[in-house]
Nanobody
Framework: QVQLVESGGGLVQAGGSLRLSCAAS????????IGWYRQGPGKQRELVAR???????HYADSVKGRFTISRDNAKNTVYLQMNSLKPEDTGVYYC????????????WGQGTQVTVSS
């Protein structure tokens, strides 16, 4: 079992930056991957980026070159640095963890709102 707590969302103008944090209740080394997902208005939840326990990263095409996922093992925290934000990045951002190595999320955080104004 793991608890995930997101923070760092907010309102930003297009072109701006935000950094999201996802604090896990246990070591991230024991979690197959932690990912950031988002759900825009009227849209389905989609993968933004994920990082595995070995440090392998994967990004959605829409955020490549703008977003960076990273991990601080000492703090059991995963970050999402978001630069050059666009209005279409608006949504609720969730972090999710795969604790059973099934390559699907079995624990979710509560989400944090990101709003990008044009």
């Amino acid at each position: 079992q793991v608890q995930l707590v997101e923070s760092g969302g907010g309102l930003v103008q297009a072109g701006g930056s935000l950094r999201l944090s996802c604090a896990a209740s246990r070591s991230t080394f024991s979690i197959n991957f932690i990912g950031w997902y988002r759900q825009g208005p009227g849209k389905q939840r989609e993968l933004v980026a994920r990082i595995t326990s070995s440090g392998y990263t994967h990004y959605a095409d829409s955020v490549k070159g703008r977003f960076t996922i990273s991990r601080d093992n000492a703090k059991n925290t995963v970050y999402l640095q978001m630069n050059s934000l666009k209005p279409e990045d608006t949504g609720v951002y969730y972090c999710g963890a795969d604790t059973r190595a099934t390559w699907s999320v079995d624990y979710w955080g509560q989400g944090t709102q990101v709003t990008v104004s044009s």
